[in-house]
């Protein structure tokens, strides 16, 4: 394939915001041990993708991706995971291997615990993140019986920060509340054994989560680290 950019394997369908994005962060580009693009998926608004479903926004998603395409990567993922509603019509569309969400980590980790045991999706918002979503990345049947939702939509911080209600982050109160919300879920739910991180905006948390829970976590940063090891040259 002729690439306009070499060097570049990875591309990152953005969301049509203005987030506050610490490294971690895969709207940050030092996230990355790798050059990655980026593309807006313009009218992809926040509440719009996260608690609207993406409604309407297939055509500008699978736009993005092909644009990133055309540039010359040779894998996309997004930066909402969310977006796994569309993971099917992307794959089917772009033209290269994509993976929307890190959602679709959660077959695979199931599979690396014990049938007795749980994992814990850490999402931006339990109350719209749906059965839709999970089925898109292969969640079904006695799979979703074993994943628990812990959602941060009622965080005085984080959540109205994510949603554009405040400009300002800060690191250290949006951290405490990520990790309170994983230490509730554990104390609920004593069965679980890993979390899988849905919100793109989470992965510079992650290593408090680990800290405070003792529990494995996966999230947007290694399903990236996992797709361009995949395509890399």
């Not at 615990?113 to 814990?120: E, I, K, N, S, Y």
């Not at 009622?154 to 959540?159: D, G, I, S, V």
């Amino acid at each position: 394939m002729n690439r306009r950019v070499s060097g570049v394997d990875l591309g990152v369908i953005m969301l049509d915001n203005t987030l506050p994005r610490p490294i971690g962060d895969l709207g940050n580009a030092r996230s990355y041990g790798y050059p990655v693009a980026f593309d807006i998926c313009w009218g992809a608004e926040t509440t719009l993708v996260v608690e609207r479903g993406a409604a309407g926004l297939l055509d500008s998603v699978v736009a993005a991706g092909q644009r990133l395409v055309d540039l010359g990567v040779r894998a996309v993922t997004t930066c909402c995971g969310f977006l796994a509603i569309y993971q099917r019509e992307l794959a089917e569309r772009v033209g290269v291997p994509v993976a929307t969400s890190s959602l679709l980590q959660i077959p695979v980790v199931l599979r690396m615990l014990a049938p007795d045991q749980r994992v814990c999706v850490l999402t931006v918002n339990a109350s719209t993140l749906t059965d839709e979503h999970l089925d898109a990345v292969g969640v079904t049947g006695e799979d979703r019986k074993r994943v628990v939702l812990a959602g941060l939509e009622h965080t005085a911080h984080f959540y109205p920060m994510i949603v554009g209600e405040r400009p300002d982050l800060d690191v250290a109160l949006a951290e405490a509340e990520v990790v309170s919300a994983a230490d509730a879920a554990v104390a609920e739910h004593p069965d679980l054994a890993a979390f899988v991180f849905e919100c793109t905006n989470l992965p510079p948390y992650a290593s408090a989560v680990r800290a405070a829970t003792g529990l494995p976590v996966w999230h947007a940063g290694t399903l990236a680290d996992w797709l361009q090891a995949g395509v890399g040259e």
